[in-house]
């Protein structure tokens, strides 16, 4: 049964490549169309993918945790 809930605490890790994937091509067509942007578009980018992969890092010691409980 841990086994189980580490394999869902794991799904986190599927939405945050999801959305670093989206976020990554949103900020390419940013820059595309305002080139003079470029560095706060940069800014909010690195920011925005640090938090999302706090949120993958999360899951993953949440996932060992459960599996080393068993």
């Known amino acids: 049964m841990t086994a189980l809930a580490a394999g869902i605490a794991m799904l986190a890790g599927l ?10 091509a949103k900020a390419a067509e940013s820059v ?14 690195f920011i925005g993918a640090a938090l999302a992969e706090a949120v993958a890092i999360y899951s993953f ?3 060992i945790l459960l599996v080393l409980k068993a």
Do not use: D
């Not at 939405?15 to 990554?24: D, N």
């Not at 595309?32 to 980018?45: D, N, S, T, V, W």
């Open 15 to 24: 939405g945050v490549g999801i959305g670093i994937g989206i976020a990554t």
């Open 61 to 63: 010691v949440i996932a």
């Open 32 to 45: 595309g169309r305002q080139p003079e942007a470029y560095g706060r578009i940069l800014l909010l980018f």
